[in-house]
Protein backbone atom coordinates (compact mmCIF):
# COMPACT_ATOMS: atom_id res chain seq x y z
CA UNK A 1 0.00 0.00 0.00
CA UNK A 2 1.34 3.57 -0.75
CA UNK A 3 1.30 6.74 1.36
CA UNK A 4 -0.57 9.39 0.12
CA UNK A 5 0.91 12.63 1.19
CA UNK A 6 -1.90 15.62 1.55
CA UNK A 7 -0.57 18.70 -0.94
CA UNK A 8 -1.63 22.23 -1.19
CA UNK A 9 -2.10 23.05 2.39
CA UNK A 10 -2.15 27.13 1.98
CA UNK A 11 -3.19 28.35 5.50
CA UNK A 12 -3.15 27.45 9.23
CA UNK A 13 -6.94 26.60 8.95
CA UNK A 14 -6.60 23.98 6.63
CA UNK A 15 -3.18 22.19 8.58
CA UNK A 16 -5.63 22.20 11.34
CA UNK A 17 -8.33 20.50 9.73
CA UNK A 18 -6.02 17.61 8.06
CA UNK A 19 -4.77 17.51 12.01
CA UNK A 20 -7.69 16.91 13.08
CA UNK A 21 -8.62 14.21 10.47
CA UNK A 22 -5.67 12.09 11.67
CA UNK A 23 -3.65 13.41 8.39
CA UNK A 24 0.52 12.29 9.00
CA UNK A 25 1.40 12.98 5.70
CA UNK A 26 1.89 16.28 4.16
CA UNK A 27 3.87 17.35 0.96
CA UNK A 28 4.86 21.43 0.60
CA UNK A 29 7.01 23.42 -1.15
CA UNK A 30 8.91 26.19 0.18
CA UNK A 31 6.17 28.84 0.30
CA UNK A 32 4.14 26.52 2.44
CA UNK A 33 6.37 24.92 4.43
CA UNK A 34 5.82 26.68 6.99
CA UNK A 35 1.89 25.01 7.64
CA UNK A 36 3.53 21.79 7.76
CA UNK A 37 6.47 21.56 10.34
CA UNK A 38 4.69 20.11 12.90
CA UNK A 39 3.29 16.91 10.97
CA UNK A 40 4.90 13.39 11.39
CA UNK A 41 6.34 13.13 7.89
CA UNK A 42 7.07 15.55 5.10
CA UNK A 43 8.16 15.73 2.10
CA UNK A 44 9.46 18.98 0.13
CA UNK A 45 8.38 19.89 -3.27
CA UNK A 46 10.40 22.20 -5.47
CA UNK A 47 7.01 24.60 -6.19
CA UNK A 48 8.10 24.43 -10.25
CA UNK A 49 5.01 23.30 -11.08
CA UNK A 50 3.45 26.71 -9.02
CA UNK A 51 6.80 28.95 -10.61
CA UNK A 52 5.53 27.29 -14.39
CA UNK A 53 1.60 27.83 -13.79
CA UNK A 54 3.04 31.71 -13.21
CA UNK A 55 5.02 32.63 -15.40
CA UNK A 56 8.16 32.93 -13.33
CA UNK A 57 11.46 31.30 -13.16
CA UNK A 58 12.39 29.23 -9.71
CA UNK A 59 14.97 30.32 -8.01
CA UNK A 60 16.93 26.55 -8.03
CA UNK A 61 20.05 27.63 -5.48
CA UNK A 62 18.04 29.23 -3.27
CA UNK A 63 15.80 26.08 -3.22
CA UNK A 64 18.81 23.87 -2.80
CA UNK A 65 19.56 25.13 0.12
CA UNK A 66 16.19 25.55 1.87
CA UNK A 67 16.24 21.89 0.97
CA UNK A 68 19.22 21.29 2.65
CA UNK A 69 18.74 23.23 6.15
CA UNK A 70 15.62 21.01 6.68
CA UNK A 71 15.75 18.19 8.68
CA UNK A 72 13.40 14.77 8.95
CA UNK A 73 12.33 14.91 5.41
CA UNK A 74 11.02 11.50 3.85
CA UNK A 75 12.22 13.08 0.66
CA UNK A 76 12.64 16.00 -1.40
CA UNK A 77 11.76 16.79 -4.82
CA UNK A 78 14.40 17.98 -7.41
CA UNK A 79 13.48 21.29 -9.27
CA UNK A 80 12.32 20.26 -12.57
CA UNK A 81 11.88 22.09 -15.45
CA UNK A 82 8.17 21.59 -16.82
CA UNK A 83 7.90 20.36 -19.88
CA UNK A 84 11.23 20.56 -20.77
CA UNK A 85 13.02 16.85 -19.92
CA UNK A 86 16.34 17.53 -21.11
CA UNK A 87 16.91 20.67 -19.32
CA UNK A 88 15.26 18.29 -16.44
CA UNK A 89 18.04 16.12 -16.90
CA UNK A 90 20.74 18.41 -17.55
CA UNK A 91 19.77 19.83 -13.68
CA UNK A 92 19.59 16.32 -12.46
CA UNK A 93 23.10 15.53 -13.28
CA UNK A 94 24.21 18.55 -11.73
CA UNK A 95 22.73 17.93 -8.29
CA UNK A 96 21.82 14.16 -8.14
CA UNK A 97 24.78 14.10 -5.23
CA UNK A 98 22.11 15.94 -3.19
CA UNK A 99 21.18 13.72 -0.26
CA UNK A 100 17.12 12.86 0.08
CA UNK A 101 16.83 14.11 -3.68
CA UNK A 102 14.50 12.30 -5.95
CA UNK A 103 14.35 12.92 -9.75
CA UNK A 104 11.40 13.68 -11.37
CA UNK A 105 10.22 11.90 -14.93
CA UNK A 106 7.32 13.73 -16.61
CA UNK A 107 4.76 11.02 -17.86
CA UNK A 108 5.31 10.66 -21.39
CA UNK A 109 8.76 11.43 -21.41
CA UNK A 110 11.75 9.81 -23.01
CA UNK A 111 11.86 6.06 -21.97
CA UNK A 112 15.76 6.06 -21.67
CA UNK A 113 15.58 8.94 -19.02
CA UNK A 114 13.43 7.03 -17.14
CA UNK A 115 15.47 3.80 -17.03
CA UNK A 116 18.67 6.31 -16.41
CA UNK A 117 16.60 8.02 -13.37
CA UNK A 118 15.19 4.37 -12.00
CA UNK A 119 19.32 2.71 -12.15
CA UNK A 120 20.26 6.17 -10.13
CA UNK A 121 17.50 6.33 -7.63
CA UNK A 122 15.44 4.51 -5.22
CA UNK A 123 12.48 6.44 -5.81
CA UNK A 124 11.28 8.03 -8.65
CA UNK A 125 8.60 10.77 -9.42
CA UNK A 126 6.29 10.74 -11.94
CA UNK A 127 4.86 14.29 -13.06
CA UNK A 128 2.96 16.00 -15.59
CA UNK A 129 -0.15 13.65 -15.00
CA UNK A 130 -2.33 16.79 -13.16
CA UNK A 131 -4.22 17.82 -16.89
CA UNK A 132 -4.91 13.78 -17.35
CA UNK A 133 -6.12 13.26 -13.74
CA UNK A 134 -8.34 16.75 -14.09
CA UNK A 135 -9.46 14.92 -17.22
CA UNK A 136 -10.21 11.51 -15.84
CA UNK A 137 -8.19 10.00 -18.84
CA UNK A 138 -9.09 6.25 -18.66
CA UNK A 139 -6.05 5.49 -21.34
CA UNK A 140 -3.30 7.33 -19.21
CA UNK A 141 -4.46 5.37 -16.12
CA UNK A 142 -4.13 2.00 -17.93
CA UNK A 143 -0.74 3.01 -18.95
CA UNK A 144 -0.02 4.57 -15.81
CA UNK A 145 -0.97 1.15 -14.08
CA UNK A 146 1.17 -1.33 -16.45
CA UNK A 147 4.32 1.07 -15.51
CA UNK A 148 3.71 0.90 -12.12
CA UNK A 149 2.56 -3.07 -12.27
CA UNK A 150 6.27 -3.19 -14.28
CA UNK A 151 8.53 -1.01 -11.56
CA UNK A 152 5.99 -2.06 -8.11
CA UNK A 153 7.55 0.05 -5.08
CA UNK A 154 9.60 2.71 -7.26
CA UNK A 155 7.62 5.50 -8.12
CA UNK A 156 5.79 8.40 -6.23
CA UNK A 157 2.98 9.91 -8.55
CA UNK A 158 2.45 13.93 -8.42
CA UNK A 159 -0.73 15.26 -8.56
CA UNK A 160 -2.91 12.16 -8.22
CA UNK A 161 -5.97 13.70 -7.84
CA UNK A 162 -8.72 11.58 -9.26
CA UNK A 163 -9.82 9.43 -6.57
CA UNK A 164 -10.25 6.43 -9.05
CA UNK A 165 -6.46 6.94 -9.81
CA UNK A 166 -5.85 6.98 -6.25
CA UNK A 167 -7.18 3.53 -5.86
CA UNK A 168 -6.13 1.98 -8.94
CA UNK A 169 -2.71 2.82 -8.10
CA UNK A 170 -2.31 2.41 -4.76
CA UNK A 171 -0.90 -0.80 -3.96
CA UNK A 172 2.27 -0.58 -6.63
CA UNK A 173 3.30 2.62 -6.22
CA UNK A 174 5.86 3.36 -3.37
CA UNK A 175 3.50 6.96 -2.33
CA UNK A 176 1.68 9.31 -4.26
CA UNK A 177 0.01 13.22 -3.32
CA UNK A 178 -2.80 15.16 -4.28
CA UNK A 179 -4.98 18.50 -3.25
CA UNK A 180 -8.18 16.00 -3.95
CA UNK A 181 -9.48 16.97 -0.54
CA UNK A 182 -9.57 20.77 -1.71
CA UNK A 183 -10.77 19.93 -5.16
CA UNK A 184 -13.63 17.95 -3.76
CA UNK A 185 -14.71 20.49 -1.33
CA UNK A 186 -13.99 23.51 -3.82
CA UNK A 187 -16.98 22.00 -6.13
CA UNK A 188 -19.32 20.99 -3.03
CA UNK A 189 -18.23 17.11 -3.73
CA UNK A 190 -17.11 14.71 -0.38
CA UNK A 191 -14.37 11.92 -1.32
CA UNK A 192 -15.89 8.74 0.35
CA UNK A 193 -15.00 4.84 0.10
CA UNK A 194 -17.60 3.10 -1.72
CA UNK A 195 -18.14 -0.16 -0.07
CA UNK A 196 -19.92 -1.42 -2.93
CA UNK A 197 -16.78 -1.10 -5.31
CA UNK A 198 -13.98 -0.81 -2.57
CA UNK A 199 -12.60 2.46 -4.36
CA UNK A 200 -12.57 5.68 -3.63
CA UNK A 201 -14.70 8.49 -5.27
CA UNK A 202 -16.07 11.65 -5.15
CA UNK A 203 -19.97 13.17 -5.37
CA UNK A 204 -22.33 15.66 -4.51
CA UNK A 205 -22.46 16.66 -0.98
CA UNK A 206 -25.76 16.59 -1.61
CA UNK A 207 -26.02 13.43 -3.49
CA UNK A 208 -24.47 11.76 -0.03
CA UNK A 209 -26.88 12.90 2.23
CA UNK A 210 -24.34 15.22 3.36
CA UNK A 211 -25.80 18.66 1.81
CA UNK A 212 -25.68 20.14 5.00
CA UNK A 213 -21.78 20.47 5.51
CA UNK A 214 -19.89 23.85 5.27
CA UNK A 215 -16.64 23.84 3.32
CA UNK A 216 -14.76 22.90 6.05
CA UNK A 217 -16.91 19.92 6.99
CA UNK A 218 -16.42 18.77 3.34
CA UNK A 219 -12.66 19.13 3.45
CA UNK A 220 -12.46 17.10 6.90
CA UNK A 221 -14.63 14.59 5.32
CA UNK A 222 -12.77 14.32 2.15
CA UNK A 223 -9.49 14.33 4.25
CA UNK A 224 -10.12 11.52 6.34
CA UNK A 225 -11.92 9.35 3.79
CA UNK A 226 -8.25 9.62 2.01
CA UNK A 227 -6.22 9.27 4.69
CA UNK A 228 -7.88 6.25 6.14
CA UNK A 229 -8.27 4.60 2.76
CA UNK A 230 -4.76 5.13 1.49
CA UNK A 231 -2.68 5.00 4.83
CA UNK A 232 -3.89 1.96 6.26
CA UNK A 233 -6.18 3.35 8.69
CA UNK A 234 -9.68 1.96 6.94
CA UNK A 235 -11.58 -0.11 9.31
CA UNK A 236 -14.54 -1.84 7.23
CA UNK A 237 -17.19 -1.74 9.78
CA UNK A 238 -19.55 -4.40 7.45
CA UNK A 239 -16.77 -6.68 7.33
Given at each position: MAIHYFSGIA???EEEILREAGVKH??????????VQGFERRV???????AWKAGTELDVEAYIAFACEQEGLD??????VIGDELAT????????????MIPVWGYGSSPELL????????????????KAMHEKDKSVLARLQKLVEAHPGRFHAFGLNWPLAMSRLDQGLASH???????AAR?????????????????????????????????????KAINMYCNGEYVDEAA
Open positions: SAVVLADPKDFKHLDSGAYRFWVMPDARRWEQYKGAAGEQYLAESDLVGIGSIADSSAWLKYGHVVFRNTRTGNLQSAPARVLGLGHLDRTERLFESA
